[in-house]
Protein backbone atom coordinates (compact mmCIF):
# COMPACT_ATOMS: atom_id res chain seq x y z
CA UNK A 1 0.00 0.00 0.00
CA UNK A 2 1.57 3.32 -0.59
CA UNK A 3 1.39 6.13 1.40
CA UNK A 4 -0.97 8.19 -0.20
CA UNK A 5 -3.38 5.16 -0.04
CA UNK A 6 -2.45 4.68 3.89
CA UNK A 7 -3.68 8.17 4.17
CA UNK A 8 -6.68 8.38 2.35
CA UNK A 9 -8.07 4.91 3.87
CA UNK A 10 -7.27 6.33 7.27
CA UNK A 11 -8.97 9.27 6.81
CA UNK A 12 -11.73 7.75 5.45
CA UNK A 13 -12.04 5.57 8.83
CA UNK A 14 -11.70 8.69 10.87
CA UNK A 15 -15.02 10.38 8.77
CA UNK A 16 -16.79 7.17 9.59
CA UNK A 17 -16.17 7.16 13.29
CA UNK A 18 -17.15 10.37 13.38
CA UNK A 19 -20.12 10.18 11.14
CA UNK A 20 -21.14 7.36 13.62
CA UNK A 21 -20.69 8.94 16.56
CA UNK A 22 -22.76 11.84 15.44
CA UNK A 23 -25.59 9.62 14.76
CA UNK A 24 -25.88 8.08 17.93
CA UNK A 25 -25.44 11.32 19.56
CA UNK A 26 -28.83 12.77 21.22
CA UNK A 27 -30.40 15.52 19.59
CA UNK A 28 -29.21 18.80 21.55
CA UNK A 29 -32.54 20.23 20.98
CA UNK A 30 -34.66 17.19 22.54
CA UNK A 31 -31.63 17.06 25.75
CA UNK A 32 -32.85 20.96 25.97
CA UNK A 33 -36.57 20.86 25.82
CA UNK A 34 -36.58 17.82 28.30
CA UNK A 35 -34.07 19.42 30.92
CA UNK A 36 -36.06 22.78 30.38
CA UNK A 37 -40.04 20.73 30.63
CA UNK A 38 -39.15 17.11 31.66
CA UNK A 39 -41.44 16.59 28.90
CA UNK A 40 -40.08 14.47 25.68
CA UNK A 41 -42.21 12.09 24.38
CA UNK A 42 -40.82 9.93 21.32
CA UNK A 43 -37.25 12.31 21.70
CA UNK A 44 -33.88 11.15 21.04
CA UNK A 45 -31.67 11.21 24.08
CA UNK A 46 -29.77 8.40 22.61
CA UNK A 47 -26.31 8.93 24.88
CA UNK A 48 -27.93 11.84 26.90
CA UNK A 49 -25.97 12.90 30.27
CA UNK A 50 -28.15 13.38 32.33
CA UNK A 51 -26.72 12.07 35.92
CA UNK A 52 -28.56 13.46 39.04
CA UNK A 53 -31.07 15.37 36.87
CA UNK A 54 -34.67 15.83 39.20
CA UNK A 55 -37.41 14.77 36.74
CA UNK A 56 -40.64 13.16 38.43
CA UNK A 57 -43.63 12.76 36.52
CA UNK A 58 -41.60 13.03 33.73
CA UNK A 59 -43.11 11.99 29.95
CA UNK A 60 -40.89 10.09 28.08
CA UNK A 61 -43.09 7.68 26.23
CA UNK A 62 -41.61 6.17 23.02
CA UNK A 63 -38.06 8.41 23.56
CA UNK A 64 -34.61 6.77 22.69
CA UNK A 65 -32.86 6.51 26.09
CA UNK A 66 -30.22 3.97 24.74
CA UNK A 67 -26.62 4.70 26.57
CA UNK A 68 -28.12 7.81 28.37
CA UNK A 69 -27.06 8.57 31.56
CA UNK A 70 -29.22 8.86 34.75
CA UNK A 71 -27.24 7.66 37.33
CA UNK A 72 -28.53 8.61 40.91
CA UNK A 73 -31.31 10.66 39.06
CA UNK A 74 -35.07 11.09 39.60
CA UNK A 75 -37.60 9.34 37.58
CA UNK A 76 -40.07 9.00 40.32
CA UNK A 77 -43.81 8.71 38.56
CA UNK A 78 -42.67 9.00 35.14
CA UNK A 79 -43.90 7.65 31.73
CA UNK A 80 -41.67 4.99 30.21
CA UNK A 81 -43.52 3.33 27.97
CA UNK A 82 -42.51 2.45 25.09
CA UNK A 83 -38.99 4.10 25.82
CA UNK A 84 -35.77 2.15 24.87
CA UNK A 85 -34.04 1.75 27.62
CA UNK A 86 -30.81 -0.70 25.96
CA UNK A 87 -27.96 0.32 28.10
CA UNK A 88 -29.44 3.41 29.47
CA UNK A 89 -27.40 3.36 33.16
CA UNK A 90 -29.98 3.79 36.08
CA UNK A 91 -27.80 2.49 38.46
CA UNK A 92 -28.87 4.76 41.94
CA UNK A 93 -31.66 6.36 39.99
CA UNK A 94 -35.16 6.41 41.92
CA UNK A 95 -38.10 4.80 39.36
CA UNK A 96 -40.62 4.61 42.30
CA UNK A 97 -43.92 4.56 40.27
CA UNK A 98 -42.37 4.66 37.13
CA UNK A 99 -44.90 3.42 34.22
CA UNK A 100 -44.31 1.38 30.94
CA UNK A 101 -40.26 0.47 31.54
CA UNK A 102 -38.54 -2.34 30.50
CA UNK A 103 -35.74 -2.34 32.41
CA UNK A 104 -34.19 -5.74 31.04
CA UNK A 105 -31.88 -3.99 28.95
CA UNK A 106 -30.72 -0.91 31.23
CA UNK A 107 -28.12 -1.19 33.87
CA UNK A 108 -29.76 -0.99 37.31
CA UNK A 109 -28.07 -1.63 40.47
CA UNK A 110 -28.89 -2.42 44.35
CA UNK A 111 -28.92 1.43 44.90
CA UNK A 112 -31.54 2.01 42.14
CA UNK A 113 -35.59 2.14 43.32
CA UNK A 114 -37.27 -0.18 41.18
CA UNK A 115 -40.82 1.08 40.04
CA UNK A 116 -42.52 -1.69 42.48
CA UNK A 117 -40.53 0.72 44.98
CA UNK A 118 -38.23 -2.63 45.78
CA UNK A 119 -34.65 -2.19 45.87
CA UNK A 120 -32.39 -3.16 42.41
CA UNK A 121 -31.32 -4.38 40.39
CA UNK A 122 -34.59 -4.18 38.38
CA UNK A 123 -36.03 -6.58 35.86
Known amino acids: MTRHSYTL ?4 AILAGA ?3 YASSAN ?4 AQFRATRKCPGCDLRN ?8 PNAD ?13 GNLRGANLTGAILDRTNLEMAD ?3 AVG ?7 TDARTTCPNGA ?5
Do not use: K, M, R, W
Not at 9 to 12: A, G, K, N, P, R
Not at 101 to 107: D, E, F, P, Q, W
Open 95 to 97: LTG
Open 60 to 72: LANADLAEATFYG
Open 48 to 55: AQLGGFQA
Open 101 to 107: ATLSAAI
Open 19 to 21: ITA
Open 28 to 31: PEHV
Open 119 to 123: AGPCS
Open 9 to 12: VLSL
